[in-house]
C-alpha cells in the first residue's frame, strides 16, 4: 500500500530564512508526486507537481520541490520565507496510470514565519 | 468560473444521526472525489465518483455512501454518525479526460462536528 511521511509536524522559522520539508513515500511503481497548501480559512491549492522529466520542479510562490528516486524523497524548499508562506503543507502521492487519481496524503506540516 | 462548491459549510449532528454533504464541482469537470480530514491529520480518500458510478474506494465502512448526480454534482451520505467523524469533508473535483492523472480542485469542505 502506499503512503506519505511527512516527518516535520510544526515548523517555525523567522522571515527570510530558508525552508526545507521532508517527505518520503512508499510506493514500488511509479508515481506521481505533489505538494499542497492550505493557507489559514483557505481551502487546499496546489502549490507543485512532478509527473516526469526534470527531478527539480518549481512551483508558485518561490517553493520548488525535488525528487530523489532512490531516497523516494520530494523534499519541499524556498530560499528565504515570508510572513504570508505561513500554513499548512502536505506532500501527496499518485500512482501512476492507477484506475483512479486519488490521492494519498501526508499528516501535514504546519509552518509558522513570524516576522 | 465558479470553483469547487460544498454545502453546508458548518454542521452539528449527535451520534446515531445521519448526514448528508454537498459538492458542486468546478465547470468542464466531470469526477468527484471525497476526503475525510481528521483534525491533525491530512485528507484520506473516501471514494471517487465517475459517470454515476462509484470508481474506487478508500478503508471507510459502509456507513460512508455517495451519490453522483448527471450534472456531476455529488452527495456524500454517512449513517449512524460516531464521534469518530467529526472531521473536515472536503470535495475534490477532477476532468476525467484520458492522461494518467488529471489535476483535483479542492473545495473548501464541510465541518461536520458530531456530538
Known amino acids: 500500500a502506499q503512503s506519505v511521511s511527512q516527518h516535520n509536524h510544526h515548523v517555525i522559522l523567522s522571515e527570510a530564512a530558508s525552508l526545507e520539508l521532508g517527505c518520503n513515500y512508499s510506493?514500488?511503481?511509479?508515481?506521481?508526486l505533489f505538494w499542497y497548501v492550505q493557507y489559514p480559512g483557505q481551502h487546499l491549492q496546489l502549490l507543485l507537481k512532478?509527473?516526469?522529466?526534470?527531478?527539480l520542479v518549481k512551483g508558485i510562490k518561490g517553493f520548488e520541490a525535488e525528487f530523489i528516486k532512490s531516497k523516494f524523497s520530494f523534499n519541499l524548499r524556498k530560499p528565504s520565507v515570508q510572513w504570508s508562506d505561513t500554513a499548512e503543507y502536505f506532500c501527496?502521492?499518485?500512482?501512476?496510470?492507477?484506475?483512479?487519481?486519488?490521492?494519498?496524503f501526508g499528516t501535514g506540516t504546519l509552518l509558522a514565519v513570524q516576522p | 468560473d465558479a470553483g469547487v462548491t460544498q454545502s453546508p459549510t458548518h454542521l452539528i449532528k449527535t451520534r446515531g444521526q445521519q448526514v448528508t454533504l454537498r459538492c458542486s464541482p468546478k465547470?468542464?469537470?466531470?469526477?468527484v472525489s471525497w476526503y475525510q480530514q481528521a483534525l491533525g491529520q491530512g485528507p484520506q480518500f473516501i471514494f471517487q465518483?465517475?459517470?454515476?458510478?462509484?470508481?474506487q474506494r478508500g478503508n471507510f465502512p459502509d456507513r460512508f455512501s455517495g451519490h453522483q448526480f448527471p450534472n456531476y454534482s455529488s452527495e456524500l451520505n454517512v449513517n449512524a454518525l460516531l464521534l469518530g467523524d467529526s472531521a473536515l469533508y472536503l470535495c475534490a473535483s477532477s476532468f476525467a479526460g484520458f492522461s494518467s492523472y488529471n489535476e483535483q480542485f479542492f473545495g473548501p469542505g464541510t465541518r461536520l462536528t458530531v456530538l
Open positions: 465518483y465517475y459517470e454515476e458510478e462509484e470508481r
Open positions: 465547470s468542464g469537470h466531470d469526477t
Open positions: 510506493y514500488g511503481g511509479t508515481v506521481n
Open positions: 512532478y509527473f516526469s522529466g526534470d527531478p
Open positions: 501527496a502521492v499518485n500512482a501512476y496510470g492507477g484506475a483512479t487519481n486519488k490521492l494519498i
